[in-house]
Nanobody
Framework: EVQLVESGGGLVQAGGSLRLSCEVS????????IGWFRQAPGTGREELAC?????????????YYAGSVKGRFTISNDNAKNTVNLQMNSLKPEDTAVYYC???????????????WGQGTQVTVSS
């Protein structure tokens, strides 16, 4: 059974930082894309960052970012823990949303919403 478990959300003031983690288990496929999406109330789910990996325990792969978070957010993988992290700096009130981890098989395209999903974690940025 594939499981994605997110953690690290919470409340932070504008300008602050949070680190989200997504622990992935139950996957034996190679050529994966692991992405972070978010969904604010009344909006659709948008992809923020993605990393491509050769299997969950593979080496570091290429990373991709949405323009709204590039330079502020960093996606990375921890091979030893089967975890993908999202470091979020310089947070803004408009970053407030539920953040979701997603795993899908390569080849894929930016923003594709197939694959496996975590339960989501709330991030709230106060002004």
């Amino acid at each position: 059974e594939v499981q994605l478990v997110e953690s690290g959300g919470g409340l932070v003031q504008a300008g602050g930082s949070l680190r989200l983690s997504c622990e992935v288990s139950g996957l034996t496929l190679d050529e994966l894309a692991i992405g972070w999406f978010r969904q604010a109330p009344g909006t659709g789910r948008e992809e923020l960052a993605c990393i491509s990996l050769r299997g969950i325990s593979g080496g570091d792969g290429a990373t991709y970012y949405a323009g709204s978070v590039k330079g502020r957010f960093t996606i990375s993988n921890d091979n030893a823990k089967n975890t993908v992290n999202l470091q979020m700096n310089s947070l803004k009130p408009e970053d407030t949303a539920v953040y979701y981890c997603n795993v899908r098989v390569l080849p894929t395209a930016w923003g594709n919403d197939d694959g496996y999903w975590g339960q989501g974690t709330q991030v709230t940025v106060s002004s």
